[in-house]
């Protein structure tokens, strides 16, 4: 693990040569001013110039009224503010950083207001006037803490400006992977942030999550579980225990929606958890730590996995009402001290308070901080902080580069739905997808792709009519039967010629832990995305052809069933049991 980083830092270097090949081939068409964007949204920070750009003309007057961060506070406290203009500034704020703008009112240091210090009845009057420009362009305002002194000469109010979406489509989402330990807590937690109320110390919370009997009769959760929760433009949870809303319901009354991932916690489930991590590509992974057992058996495997793909982790200690307090001082003890060690590298912060939270909600990625939530499922304590920074975290943006790319989909599941036919769910890599249009899928176990058209779209059961990249979808599938499609296929825009599945692929590897050696003809199953299939060393560039833990190497493997829809730069992950190594695709061999 010491050697993580250092690793993390080639795959970086090997998936930009890739896309530099890519690039110059003519495979697509990339826009330089988006790269910098997707480079910016990878940081989780809008750059601090782009706000000091902005200026805006009040064109409802003959008067020229530029506004930007250095001036829109001293404007908000004229006698006539600018609102109109201040609108269109709050805008493109917003649209700078990808939907959502968190700022700080009465903060110097701040993105879009800066400012000295400001009395409380400043900071209501610029709240006031901020409202007035919000609803003039279709974006909402909430009021995250607010923080006064004695003599109310000096405030601070912390704010979140959100954009209304006037579509379905068009609301943004958090992918957020939930693993832990079997045991933890994980499916209880889920149920309280999407269904609301609390738990009674015996699992009512958990049942509303399960998919199978086996689950219900075991409490132990053993397939991917998907929950959603909602909050609206001004910030407020749109979901409630008093009021049972569908999950079109929700998104239709939510600006962002938080995307759960329920991961199986059992080691027999490790292949079902390793495939929704890679699978669903998750923005952020939230690890669940039982206070009374510690970080003990699979959650130090999926702590290493979520570094390996370089996924943002935070930690909920869950059960602190039933753990002593010797005990849970222990557990705490020993994850500040796994955080702090040299593979993980990070700094554990308490977040006690929602202040704490809707601040470091937006740097503890480039800053390396691991927030630690002390949750209780029974009492409720320590859920408002999570909920405060479920809101607060920004989604991950792919850039309009992206978008303009051809079609790539990948499938993650299957169902065959009555009068809807074979429908497929996954996330769209690239491009964009619509109704009727004309697509491809496969490959099968010849490497072949069927040509078919989409018949329906859905985004978390609620219809759409349009997906771009980087969304999460479910698309219904024209003259295609269930038994033809699988996980791990893609549907891809038409093309002539069709594309090429691939049996060999060279990668670039470390190994994590094998306890002997790794050699040619070695079996491993690996995990591309949502590929998920044994792979068999065929080559490598170690010079005694053997490889040992901590060793890198060039590798060259074959799948053992079937060719797949593979490419250059993609990450892989391979394992026989538990985790053994990853790395990064260099060269498909056709």
Same mark, same amino acid.
């Given at each position: 693990m010491a050697q993580l980083t250092d690793f993390r830092r080639e795959i970086d270097s090997i998936h930009e040569q890739a896309i530099k090949a890519q690039r110059e081939a003519g495979h697509v068409k990339w826009i330089e001013a988006g790269k910098q964007q997707a480079k910016a949204a990878k940081s989780h920070k809008t750059p601090d110039a782009e706000f000091d750009k902005l200026s805006l003309d009040k064109e409802d007057s003959g008067d020229s009224v530029d506004i930007n961060a250095n001036n829109a506070v001293e404007l908000l406290l004229s006698t006539d503010p600018p609102i109109d203009s201040m609108g269109r500034y709050v805008e493109d704020c917003i649209r700078l950083s990808r939907g959502e703008c968190v700022a700080c009112i009465g903060n110097k240091d701040d993105d879009v207001f800066i400012?000295?210090?400001?009395?409380?009845?400043q900071t209501l009057a610029i709240l006031k006037q901020l409202k007035k420009a919000c609803k003039s362009v279709d974006c909402g305002l909430g009021v995250l803490?607010?923080?006064?002194?004695?003599?109310?000469?000096?405030?601070?109010?912390?704010?979140?400006?959100?954009?209304?979406?006037?579509?379905?489509?068009?609301?943004?989402? %958090?992918?957020?992977? %939930?693993?832990?330990?079997?045991?933890?807590?994980?499916?209880?937690?889920?149920?309280?942030?999407?269904?609301?109320?609390?738990?009674?110390?015996?699992?009512?919370?958990?049942?509303?999550?399960?998919?199978?009997?086996?689950?219900?009769?075991?409490?132990?959760?053993?397939?991917?579980?998907?929950?959603?929760?909602?909050?609206?433009?001004?910030?407020?949870?749109?979901?409630?225990?008093?009021?049972?809303?569908?999950?079109?319901?929700?998104?239709?009354?939510?600006?962002?929606? %938080?995307?759960?991932?329920?991961?199986?916690?059992?080691?027999?489930?490790?292949?079902?958890?390793?495939?929704?991590?890679?699978?669903?590509?998750?923005?952020?992974?939230?690890?669940?730590?039982?206070?009374?057992?510690?970080l003990v058996g699979m959650s130090k495997e999926h702590l290493a996995i979520s570094l390996a793909l370089d996924v943002p982790v935070f930690i909920c200690v869950t059960k602190i009402d039933m753990a002593p307090q010797n005990v849970l001082e222990q557990t705490l003890k020993q994850l500040s001290k796994i955080l702090k060690s040299p593979g993980c590298r990070k700094t554990p912060v308490f977040i006690r308070s929602k202040e704490e939270a809707a601040d470091i909600s937006t740097r503890f990625v480039s800053e390396r901080i691991a927030p630690i939530f002390l949750?209780?499922?029974?009492?409720?304590?320590?859920?408002?902080?999570?909920?405060?920074?479920?809101?607060?975290?920004?989604?991950?943006?792919?850039?309009?580069?992206?978008?303009?790319?051809?079609?790539?989909?990948?499938?993650n599941d299957v169902y065959?739905?009555?009068?809807?036919?074979?429908? %497929?769910?996954?996330?769209?890599?690239?491009?964009?997808?619509?109704?009727?249009?004309?697509?491809?899928?496969?490959?099968?176990?010849?490497?072949?792709?069927?040509?078919?058209?989409?018949?329906?779209?859905?985004?978390?059961?609620?219809?759409?009519?349009?997906?771009?990249?980087?969304?999460?979808?479910?698309?219904?599938?024209?003259?295609?039967?269930?038994?033809?499609?699988?996980?791990?296929?893609?549907?891809?825009?038409?093309?002539?010629?069709?594309?090429?599945?691939?049996?060999?692929?060279?990668?670039?590897?470390?190994?994590?832990?094998?306890?002997?050696?790794?050699?040619?003809?070695?079996?491993?199953?690996?995990?591309?995305?949502?590929?998920?299939?044994?792979?068999?060393?065929?080559?490598?560039?170690?010079?005694?052809?053997?490889?040992?833990?901590?060793?890198?190497?060039?590798?060259?493997?074959?799948?053992?069933?079937?060719?797949?829809?593979?490419?250059e730069g993609m990450q892989l992950l391979f394992r026989e049991g538990r985790t053994k190594g990853l790395g990064v695709i260099s060269k498909v061999i056709d």
């Open positions: 400012s000295g210090t400001l009395s409380f009845e803490y607010q923080r006064v002194s004695d003599d109310e000469q000096e405030a601070v109010i912390k704010i979140i400006l959100r954009r209304l979406p006037s579509s379905p489509e068009l609301f943004q989402e %958090v992918r957020l992977a %939930v693993c832990g330990n079997v045991d933890a807590g994980k499916s209880t937690l889920l149920g309280i942030l999407s269904r609301g109320g609390l738990d009674d110390g015996r699992g009512k919370m958990r049942v509303n999550l399960f998919r199978h009997k086996h689950e219900i009769d075991s409490g132990r959760t053993s397939s991917v579980g998907l929950e959603i929760m909602g909050f609206d433009h001004e910030g407020n949870e749109v979901q409630s225990y008093s009021q049972k809303h569908s999950w079109d319901e929700v998104c239709k009354k939510s600006s962002k929606i %938080v995307s759960f991932i329920d991961l199986a916690g059992h080691e027999r489930y490790l292949k079902t958890t390793i495939f929704g991590m890679t699978g669903t590509q998750p923005d952020y992974a939230a690890l669940i730590v039982g206070a009374n057992a510690g949750i209780s499922s029974v009492t409720g304590s320590g859920i408002p902080q999570l909920k405060t920074f479920l809101n607060v975290i920004p989604p991950a943006s792919t850039g309009p580069d992206l978008i303009e790319q051809p079609l790539e989909f990948m499938i065959s739905v009555p009068y809807a036919g074979t429908v %497929v769910n996954g996330i769209v890599n690239a491009g964009s997808i619509r109704p009727n249009d004309t697509v491809m899928v496969g490959p099968d176990s010849l490497g072949n792709f069927i040509t078919t058209a989409v018949k329906s779209m859905q985004r978390k059961r609620a219809n759409v009519n349009v997906a771009e990249a980087g969304q999460s979808v479910s698309l219904a599938l024209k003259r295609v039967r269930r038994n033809n499609v699988r996980k791990g296929q893609v549907v891809i825009a038409k093309t002539e010629p069709p594309p090429k599945a691939s049996w060999r692929f060279v990668g670039n590897i470390l190994i994590l832990y094998h306890s002997t050696t790794i050699k040619q003809s070695y079996q491993a199953m690996a995990h591309i995305g949502s590929v998920r299939q044994t792979v068999k060393v065929v080559g490598l560039d170690s010079g005694n052809g053997l490889l040992r833990t901590g060793d890198r190497a060039s590798v060259v493997f074959e799948f053992i069933k079937g060719p797949e829809y593979i490419k």
